[in-house]
């Protein structure tokens, strides 16, 4: 035990020996971990309660489903994409779906008043777009207070997040509850899973290349251990720190993007409050409106699809012209994705594909199934 650790860690660490369920375990844990001091002398400790707290969330998880699940809370998917407005209880997100799509969520002056998720759909680009407005995050919802649990799921189930905060109270807090709430229930905001690819075996020991991008391989290795294994091949492809290569190894996370709405921004103080509210969180997108007095309404629609990381791809048969309207497709999918889009038979016996646009130099050129499409491409599909 390094002497330099503080008071309140100390206290903390009485309490996680005294805890006696799973949830007092787990905030006993993230007391010490927001206690320790956060330097090279207490990384390990750190991590081995990094660890501890991941072995204890997948037992309360476990035990969520035991306990069984409660009113589902699932939305089925609709168009190409979902997008979740989620936010602290009266920051507007109703207010905002309302605004954004044709839905008639409840609005009123009370907190808590969406009590499930409410759909709505918002057409942009030609593109349908789902905007689900979720019950409200309350602080715990990670240790399944209210629906905590069944909210989080729900959450996962989008494709991106828009975070509302109320740009007339405080923003900076509440920002803060919010992040940490989503932290505590495995998302990782605007963070990338990192390029680590591991081949289990049945033996052969614990094989790691790409040392030179992690500070310990001896911890790497323990951790793997911890999990339970012990014959693998392990490649690191990117500079990685050992927190997050023990993020890798949780299957439970949930990487999402987000950008921010300040809403309210048609009342008193709201300039000032978002000014020091940027400089906070400078490494966000953000964005104010006014549901009410309908202030910024299309920029906020066109951060949506933006974040969402749409190429629209108009098919077309031979001699006519392109159909309509486009299909929504991932940045980065190829030909053979748009194939299995529009049909498993263009999938299966395709054999090449004619292009029009931004991807390929000249109109009408031949291309294979790998070959990435752009934004706005037209492609023509050419079956055996
Ligand atoms: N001035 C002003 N008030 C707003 C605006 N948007 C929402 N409100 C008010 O804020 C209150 C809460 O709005 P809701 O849209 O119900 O908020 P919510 O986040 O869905 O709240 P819960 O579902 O109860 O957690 C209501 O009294 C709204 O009238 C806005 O743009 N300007
Ligand atoms: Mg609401």
């Given at each position: 035990?390094?002497?330099?650790?503080?008071?309140?860690?100390?206290?903390?660490?009485?309490?996680?020996?005294?805890?006696?369920?799973?949830?007092?375990?787990?905030?006993?844990?993230?007391?010490?971990?927001?206690?320790?001091?956060?330097?090279?002398?207490?990384?390990?400790?750190?991590?081995?309660?990094?660890?501890?707290?991941?072995?204890?969330?997948?037992?309360?998880?476990?035990s969520?489903?035991?306990?069984?699940?409660?009113?589902?809370f699932?939305?089925?998917?609709?168009?190409?994409?979902?997008?979740?407005?989620?936010?602290?209880p009266?920051?507007?997100?109703?207010?905002?779906?309302n605004?954004?799509?044709?839905?008639?969520?409840?609005?009123?002056?009370?907190?808590?008043?969406?009590?499930?998720?409410?759909?709505?759909?918002?057409?942009?680009?030609?593109?349908?777009?789902?905007?689900?407005?979720m019950?409200?995050?309350?602080?715990?919802?990670?240790?399944?207070?209210?629906?905590?649990?069944?909210?989080?799921?729900?959450?996962?189930?989008?494709?991106?997040?828009?975070?509302?905060?109320?740009?007339?109270?405080?923003?900076?807090?509440?920002?803060?509850?919010?992040?940490?709430?989503?932290?505590?229930?495995?998302?990782?905001?605007?963070?990338?899973?990192?390029?680590?690819?591991?081949?289990?075996?049945?033996?052969?020991?614990?094989?790691?290349?790409?040392?030179?991008?992690?500070?310990?391989?001896?911890?790497?290795?323990?951790?793997?251990?911890?999990?339970?294994?012990?014959?693998?091949?392990?490649?690191?492809?990117?500079?990685?720190?050992?927190?997050?290569?023990?993020?890798?190894?949780?299957?439970?996370?949930?990487?999402?993007?987000a950008?921010?709405?300040?809403?309210?921004?048609?009342?008193?103080?709201?300039?000032?409050?978002?000014?020091?509210?940027?400089?906070?969180?400078?490494?966000?997108?953000?964005?104010?409106?006014?549901?009410?007095?309908?202030?910024?309404?299309?920029?906020?629609?066109?951060?949506?699809?933006?974040?969402?990381?749409?190429?629209?791809?108009?098919?077309?048969?031979?001699?006519?012209?392109?159909?309509?309207?486009?299909?929504?497709?991932k940045?980065?999918?190829?030909?053979?994705?748009?194939?299995k889009?529009?049909?498993?038979?263009?999938?299966?016996?395709?054999?090449?594909?004619?292009?029009?646009?931004?991807?390929?130099?000249?109109?009408g050129?031949?291309?294979?199934?790998?070959?990435?499409?752009?934004?706005?491409?037209?492609?023509?599909?050419?079956?055996?």
């Amino acid at each position: 035990m390094p002497a330099n650790v503080t008071m309140e860690y100390l206290l903390a660490e009485d309490e996680y020996r005294k805890a006696k369920t799973i949830t007092e375990k787990i905030k006993a844990l993230e007391k010490m971990y927001s206690t320790i001091p956060k330097h090279k002398g207490t990384e390990k400790m750190r991590l081995s309660i990094k660890q501890r707290l991941s072995k204890y969330k997948e037992k309360l998880e476990k035990s969520k489903v035991k306990r069984g699940r409660g009113p589902t809370f699932s939305v089925k998917k609709e168009g190409a994409a979902q997008v979740a407005l989620v936010g602290l209880p009266n920051s507007g997100k109703s207010s905002i779906l309302n605004v954004l799509t044709r839905a008639n969520s409840v609005v009123a002056s009370y907190p808590l008043t969406t009590r499930i998720p409410t759909p709505g759909m918002l057409e942009y680009n030609d593109i349908q777009l789902e905007i689900v407005d979720m019950p409200s995050i309350i602080k715990d919802i990670s240790m399944g207070k209210g629906f905590g649990f069944q909210l989080i799921d729900a959450i996962r189930n989008a494709d991106a997040l828009s975070i509302i905060v109320d740009l007339s109270k405080d923003p900076v807090r509440d920002m803060e509850i919010i992040l940490n709430e989503l932290y505590r229930s495995g998302f990782r905001i605007n963070k990338r899973k990192p390029e680590i690819e591991i081949k289990k075996f049945s033996s052969g020991g614990i094989v790691i290349r790409g040392k030179e991008y992690v500070s310990d391989v001896h911890e790497i290795k323990k951790m793997l251990v911890e999990h339970k294994i012990s014959n693998a091949l392990v490649v690191i492809k990117e500079k990685t720190s050992l927190e997050e290569f023990l993020d890798s190894l949780n299957r439970n996370l949930s990487y999402k993007k987000a950008f921010i709405i300040g809403s309210k921004n048609d009342l008193e103080n709201c300039d000032k409050n978002l000014e020091t509210f940027r400089k906070r969180y400078s490494e966000f997108g953000i964005l104010s409106l006014s549901a009410e007095k309908k202030i910024n309404i299309e920029q906020v629609k066109e951060k949506i699809y933006e974040i969402l990381d749409i190429v629209r791809v108009f098919t077309k048969s031979p001699g006519s012209e392109p159909d309509y309207p486009p299909i929504a497709m991932k940045r980065g999918a190829t030909i053979l994705d748009v194939a299995k889009e529009v049909h498993k038979q263009f999938y299966k016996n395709f054999k090449y594909a004619k292009v029009w646009g931004r991807s390929v130099k000249y109109d009408g050129q031949r291309a294979g199934g790998d070959h990435v499409v752009g934004e706005g491409d037209i492609v023509e599909i050419h079956i055996k």
